[in-house]
């Protein structure tokens, strides 16, 4: 028995349509009520009209049941079963019902590859195909001439037949000679003696490697029971190296957890100082913000103080000179623009006012001398806190911001205009 033996026949048998599940751990022990039900499904699948008694319950009974099976597929089938292999109900068992369940199944597989071949060749009914017409017309040729070759042949030794009758008969008739029948008996006899002799070396030999085996299995036993002994007092004896491995396993857990302790404090201030560089960049980017917008009001002022000094400059191109006293053109003029430069040092205040108007008296022209002095001396001092401021602005932020220049006026000395150039 072979487990690819089992595995056929449980295929097969599913194949054929068996109802029941047959599964290969059935004919590890003797299971004759299962063998027996399958004969009983084979024959019936071979020959449905066949009536085998299913009583298995005695001996006789199933001795009766293992020959009629095996007589009904003799004759039948012609598949020869060893009944002995069939009544042990075994694996061996399985071995003589492969046998009946192959043919069957080489049944089954053959019949439906000839529908198959039906069904093509009814799917081909109107296709022609000459290469198959010129193959089949060479084969017919050749089988025609083979039916003549053996019908002369066939006739040569029917005609034969005569003088061949006459030399069997005389063969039958002749009596049988004693001497050679008993050389006959004795060579069988011979024959039989050497199988014998064989088979008896080959039983002899049997119980010597039996023998042997049995006192190498003696021998793997007490080799067993010594390495189970050796084991049992290898694992009782405590090693010597066990104290320092405890110790050592019990620092490096020590030093394990520290590892963890530090490695979550320092993956917590990496965190930290990324969030403190974040702040720190955000903060960077919100100055940077406001110096620019701080640049930028700069910037608008500064054009809005040159407008106002260019709006300056052409007021006082356009003064009167024929109309209203010193009094009227200081009341109606305009105030001056606050320069974007420091004043000349000694010159504070130097400012003279006056008319294109003769008749004045002296005393008139120094006491509206005196009151321009004072209030240019004021204008100027809030001119200087405020350039002041918008320089110290300037440097804060490191960008170079042009001074407005301060408007000519007309009917002035040039040398100031000159002195206030340097300046810058």
Known sequence: MSFRDLRNF???????GYPRLISMENFRSPNFTLVAEILIWLVKRYEPQMDIPSDVDSESDRVFFIKAVAQFMATKAHIKLNTKRL??????AVKEMLKITSVLYSAMKTKEMASGDKV??????????????IADLKAARQLASEITSKGATLYDLLGKEVDLREMRTAAIARPLEINETEKALRAAIKDVLENVQRTNDMLNNV???????????????QELERNQKRLQTLQSVRP?????????????????????????????????LEDYHRLEQERFEEAENSLRMMQHKLREEERSLVKNGVKDEDSDMDIPEDEGSD???????PSKPRPGRNPMPGRAGARFVGTMHGG????????????????????????????????????????????PSRPPRAGHRPELLEESDNDF
Do not use: C, W
């Open 10 to 16: 449980t295929e097969m048998m599913r194949a054929l």
């Open 207 to 221: 119980s010597l490697d039996e023998s042997s085996l049995e006192a190498k299995i003696e021998k793997k036993k």
């Open 120 to 133: 093509e060749e009814d799917s081909s009914k109107f296709k022609f195909d000459l290469g198959s017409k």
């Open 87 to 92: 009544y042990q109900a075994d694996g061996y």
């Open 240 to 272: 010597a190296f066990m104290d320092e491995y405890e110790k050592i396993e019990e620092d490096l857990q020590r030093q394990y957890e520290i590892y963890v302790e530090k490695f979550r404090n320092l993956s917590f201030l990496e965190q930290q």
């Open 327 to 333: 009094s009227d053109i200081e009341e109606h003029r």
């Open 360 to 403: 004045d008296s002296e005393e008139e022209d120094s006491e509206d001398s005196e009151i321009d002095v004072d209030e240019d001396d004021e204008d100027e001092d809030g001119e200087e806190e405020e350039n002041e401021d918008l320089e110290d602005d300037n440097d804060s932020l490191e960008v170079p911001v042009p001074k």
